[in-house]
């Protein structure tokens, strides 16, 4: 079954507003999470890593103060994409690192800005 | 994480084995290969990874070079539903983040 959740699967929202994305373990509890970012017909880019009770590593040229982290609990972290402009329309993804050494990924977010 | 090459595209008989090749010659000695995949429209999904002795789970079949520069992927009876891009990683473990590369489309054929 999934380990990994996300909600909404898809949005649709105008320029200007912020959009706010759930990843959850279902089964398991996690420290770190991992986001991920992919355009279409590109592979996945590395966006930030959200670490439970702490400040979320943004990788280079990721804007903080754009992509707002909260890992909240050691089951939710929350990705906002704040003032929203088409160019941030992608999928959003979320992975979950696990001790086997696998990682699980989210089903992943659509979002489309108009 | 050390580097990959992966062929762009392949195609594949349904029924067929699909092997998918990877090339890592700048792999260290405590890192490992993996393999994962991302149907259209989905999150990745882990298939199998392995350190240096070839490996087989219910998806997959992972054989490993012995000098470790380099592996293929076995998908041994290809359905449609196995049509995805392959991304071929090589990492230390740990709770470390994945880095992707471009990967393989495999595209399997009726």
């Known amino acids: 079954g999934a380990v990994v959740s996300q909600h909404p699967s898809r949005v649709i929202c105008k320029s200007g507003t912020s959009v706010k994305i759930e990843c959850r373990s279902l089964?398991?509890?996690?420290?770190?999470m991992f986001w991920y970012r992919q355009f279409p017909k590109k592979s996945l880019m590395l966006m930030a890593t959200?670490?439970?009770?702490?400040?979320?590593?943004?990788e280079q040229g990721v804007e903080k103060d754009k992509f707002l982290i909260n890992h909240a609990s050691l089951t939710l972290s929350t990705l906002t994409v704040t003032s929203a402009h088409p160019e941030d329309s992608s999928f959003y993804i979320c992975?979950?690192?696990?001790?086997?050494?696998?990682?699980?990924f989210g089903p992943g977010t659509r979002l489309l800005v108009l | 994480d050390a580097k990959t090459t992966q062929p762009t595209s392949m195609d594949c008989a349904e029924g067929r084995a699909a092997n998918l090749p990877c090339n890592h010659s700048?792999?260290?000695?405590?890192?490992?290969v993996y393999w994962y995949r991302q149907i259209h429209s989905q999150g990745p999904q882990y298939i199998i990874h392995g350190l240096k002795n070839n490996e087989t789970n219910e998806m997959a079949s992972l054989i490993i070079t012995e000098d470790r520069k380099s592996s293929t992927l076995i998908l041994p009876h290809a359905t449609l539903r196995d049509t995805a891009v392959y991304y071929c990683?090589?990492?230390?473990?740990?709770?470390?983040?994945?880095?992707f590369g471009i990967g393989t489309k495999l595209q399997v054929i009726p």
């Open positions: 089964d398991f509890q996690a420290t770190t």
């Open positions: 990683i090589v990492r230390a473990g740990g709770y470390q983040k994945v880095t």
């Open positions: 700048t792999i260290s000695g405590n890192e490992y």
């Open positions: 992975s979950i690192p696990m001790v086997s050494e696998t990682q699980y």
């Open positions: 959200s670490n439970e009770g702490s400040k979320a590593t943004y």
